[in-house]
């Protein structure tokens, strides 16, 4: 994997999307050419970890429950 140099503006933008509970990894992958795990990769660069931690269980989670909802 190659690793993307990315600006601070670009950064911010991608943190915000994964953030938000309405927007999809397939979304970030589609604007900015991020698979899932570049995504968690740049989230744990970013976030403090306890953050990093609560934002992976909550994607988790709804991970979980739209299996259910399928």
């Known amino acids: 994997m190659v ?5 601070p ?4 933008e991608i943190i915000e999307m994964a953030l938000s509970d ?8 589609a604007l900015h050419g ?3 795990d570049e995504v968690k990769a740049l989230m744990r660069r970013n ?3 306890g953050s ?3 934002w992976r269980r909550r994607v988790r989670q709804f ?8």
């Open 3 to 7: 690793e993307r140099v990315l600006d």
């Open 9 to 12: 503006p670009t950064i911010s």
């Open 22 to 29: 309405h927007v999809s990894f397939d979304q970030i992958r």
């Open 34 to 36: 991020l698979g899932p």
């Open 47 to 49: 976030l403090k970890s």
């Open 52 to 54: 990093y931690r609560a």
């Open 63 to 70: 991970s979980d429950r739209r299996e259910v909802y399928k």
